[in-house]
């Protein structure tokens, strides 16, 4: 849930990337912890196991300030994707915002994407998140490997839900899968809480907070 302080001028929102154990999501916020100017980021906190899988999650905060004189503040984090890992998900996604989907776009992973989707839907809705409402995109990662979904399926079969293809790994198509999330979730919140009216801050300039700090934009 967002969380609006009217008396320190702050604006903190919640994001999360899900998704199945060993999709790229760890890998997508390296990249951006990467390409996002120091000026506009914190450090990122990453705790891994030894077999380099995510113990319980990762965290990125990404910061900027609008003409009006507000903090907005990004909070993003990643949950573990292994089955067993199941509370631990269901509390970094509580009061989250909006979610990004990392799958894997192996035809192999079809089955752990299915069960990831399931599970996310679960937790947001015992949450008291709205699935239908919350701002999502897809991203199916890992294009680089042989036997991936094409394109033209993934789709024909994702009509309401933006989709991206990704190659997290080398930068590809993180910045795209942020940003249209970052859109729909200023939507989102101007929806609920007229962001223009009361903060004088709109979509473009909610965007341009986090993008001018972007070091190569459009990878
Ligand atoms: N081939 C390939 N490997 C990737 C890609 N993105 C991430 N990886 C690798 O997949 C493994 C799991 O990535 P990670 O980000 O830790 O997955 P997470 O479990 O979802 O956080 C790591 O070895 C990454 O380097 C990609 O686009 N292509
Ligand atoms: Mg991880």
Do not use: C
């Amino acid at each position: 849930m967002v969380q609006i302080n009217m008396s320190a001028r702050e604006i903190t929102v919640k994001v999360v990337y899900y998704g199945p154990a060993l999709s790229g999501k760890t890998t997508n916020l390296q990249q951006l912890h990467a390409l996002i100017d120091p000026a506009a980021r914190g450090k990122m906190v990453a705790l891994d196991t030894t077999d380099d899988r995510t113990l319980y999650f990762d965290f990125l905060p990404i910061h900027f300030d609008t003409a009006s004189g507000f903090a907005v503040k990004i909070k993003l984090f990643t949950v573990p994707g292994q089955v067993m890992h199941k509370s631990t998900r269901k509390v970094v996604l509580a009061g989250a915002d909006a979610v990004a989907f990392v799958a894997d776009s192996q035809r192999s992973a079809a089955a752990a994407n299915a069960y990831s989707w399931r599970d996310m839907e679960a937790n947001l809705r015992s949450n008291g998140i709205d699935f239908a409402r919350i701002p999502k995109v897809v991203q199916f990662n890992k294009r680089d490997l042989p036997d991936v979904k094409p394109l033209d399926e993934i789709r024909a079969a994702w009509k309401d839900v933006p989709t991206f293809p990704g190659v997290a790994m080398r930068g590809e198509g993180v910045l795209e899968t942020f940003r249209e999330l970052l859109r729909l979730l200023y939507r989102s919140l101007d929806a609920k809480h007229s962001f223009a009216l009361k903060f004088g801050l709109s979509e473009d300039k909610f965007l341009e907070g986090v993008f001018k700090h972007v070091a190569r934009e459009g990878r």
